[in-house]
């Protein structure tokens, strides 16, 4: 009996190794196909030296393929990345700064909306971590441009962001009865100019903040009107 089962267990394991092999050069196929379509996604987001690369980590001295067997699997992957010329791909977790891993979140969501059974509803939260000027400018595009196909929620501190909204809620705290309440409203149209002047002027609103804020209301619908 201990015989067959030893007998059993060789060519069961020996079955689950072929069956790894297929499945990690399925993956490796696939991760080549990811890559050059995540660095596109990081081109049009401004990062054109962007550089992404899937590693799958070889087998150690002595090591079998049968010392990874896992549910997943019996690779080992790490994302690599490389944002400038001249540099070495290293570990994306490692080097990759606030602003580069917005864009990067920013480009796999948008890879991820383009596949079928995908939910409707997209939340972006704190997506501009580290970004301003013409990269916020960016984003809020790539984001409007999601948003053609799917419900986007974006939590934004950036009026270029903030502009970009069809729909434009504030969220702020309120001290009620000794307790502290958070209370969302949405706002009309006159009110989200003045919100969006409010993110770029800071406390005190001002008649050229307002009117900077107006403009870049208007310069947002135009935008999505030329690109829907």
């Not at 501009?128 to 999601?146: F, H, L, N, P, Y």
């Not at 005190?204 to 208007?218: I, L």
């Amino acid at each position: 009996a201990a015989e067959k089962l030893e007998k059993e267990y060789r060519q069961q394991t020996h079955i689950l190794e072929e069956i790894s092999m297929k499945l990690t050069h399925a993956r490796e196929e696939a991760a080549r196909r990811f890559e050059k379509a995540i660095v596109e996604q990081l081109r049009e987001l401004g990062m054109k030296n962007a550089r992404l690369s899937m590693a799958f980590a070889p087998l150690e001295e002595g090591e079998r393929i049968r010392d990874r067997f896992s549910a997943l699997g019996t690779d080992r992957i790490e994302m690599m990345f490389c944002a400038n010329l001249g540099q070495p791909l290293k570990p994306l977790a490692r080097v990759a700064s606030g602003g580069e891993l917005s864009r990067i979140m920013l480009a796999l969501k948008n890879l991820s909306a383009q596949k079928p059974g995908i939910p409707r509803s997209m939340v972006f939260d704190e997506i501009d971590t580290g970004i301003s000027g013409r990269m916020a400018q960016v984003v809020a595009e790539k984001m409007s441009q999601i948003g053609d196909h799917h419900q986007v929620i974006c939590v934004t501190h950036l009026p270029q962001i903030a502009a970009m909204a069809d729909s434009h809620y504030m969220i702020e705290k309120i001290n009620q009865k000794g307790r502290t309440r958070t209370v969302i409203k949405m706002l009309k149209k006159n009110e989200e100019v003045r919100d969006i002047a409010r993110l770029m002027a800071g406390s005190e609103v001002t008649e050229m903040s307002v009117n900077a804020a107006r403009e870049m209301k208007e310069l947002a619908s135009k935008f999505k009107n030329e690109n829907r």
